[in-house]
């Protein structure tokens, strides 16, 4: 089993539209969590951390369950710039960090 | 200020040939990572260094990859007889400490040919 698994996508969205993407982690000890975007042949970006209570930045909120061992990202009210890869994290032995494959987003006008 | 730097930005080689990539982290940044990504996959873990020494090496893919950080700041990956299915962005990645956001840099695209 991989350390991260996500959602395989591609999502394909109307602009306006709201979207989730959901991950799961192998580890029950991993202690931290992020979302990071990546754009067309770029380097991924801190999208945001995720933390345990749950939190929200703007459009985005993003959910850990630790029971369930998954963590979450909603995407309100969609724009054409969200369009990017999707990729979760979380912390693996030793504190290195694990990334899931990645989910694709397309917003279309 | 100056973030992840990784040199070359590109690396094409002939199979069975010596690479060196390099990366200088964020300065005070004691972690330091290597990953490699292949065209629509997630970053794939190599390495990982806390200070000089490799906190993890289980990613790296058999004993021709190999990976230094001798005064823990700059790291070189380095892989010895390339074979084609090396071709990959390697990215570097660093952060403050342990279980903060990674700060990547532009990656390494290496083409062997």
């Known amino acids: 089993r991989k350390e991260v698994e996500q959602d395989p996508g591609p999502f394909n969205v109307p602009e306006g539209a709201t979207v989730a993407f959901n991950c799961t982690y192998s580890?029950?000890?991993?202690?931290?969590f992020f979302w990071y975007r990546q754009d067309c042949r770029k380097e991924p970006k801190l999208l945001m951390s995720?933390?345990?209570s749950g939190n929200e930045d703007g459009r985005f909120t993003a959910q850990l369950n630790r029971a369930s061992q998954y963590i979450s990202l909603l995407i309100r009210d969609s724009k054409l710039s969200d369009s990017a890869t999707y990729l979760c994290?979380?912390?693996?032995?030793?504190?290195?960090?694990?990334f899931g494959a990645g989910t694709r987003l397309t917003v279309k006008p | 200020g100056a973030g992840v730097s990784q040199t070359p930005s590109n690396k094409v080689t002939e199979k069975g040939k010596y690479v060196e990539l390099r990366c200088d982290p964020i300065?005070?940044?004691?972690?330091l990572y290597w990953y490699r990504q292949s065209l629509g996959q997630g970053p794939e873990f190599l390495i990982y260094?806390?200070?000089?020494?490799?906190?993890?090496d289980s990613g790296l893919p058999n004993d021709r990859f190999f990976a230094v950080r001798p005064e823990g700041s700059v790291s070189t990956l380095k892989i010895q007889r390339t074979e084609r299915g090396d071709s990959a962005v390697y990215l570097c990645?660093?952060?403050?400490?342990?279980?903060?956001?990674?700060?990547f840099g532009n990656g390494t695209r290496l083409t062997v040919t």
């Open positions: 260094f806390q200070g000089t020494g490799a906190a993890d």
């Open positions: 300065s005070g940044h004691t972690a």
């Open positions: 995720v933390y345990s």
């Open positions: 994290v979380a912390t693996y032995n030793n504190n290195d960090m694990r």
């Open positions: 580890n029950s000890a991993s202690q931290s």
């Open positions: 990645a660093s952060n403050e400490r342990p279980g903060s956001p990674l700060h």
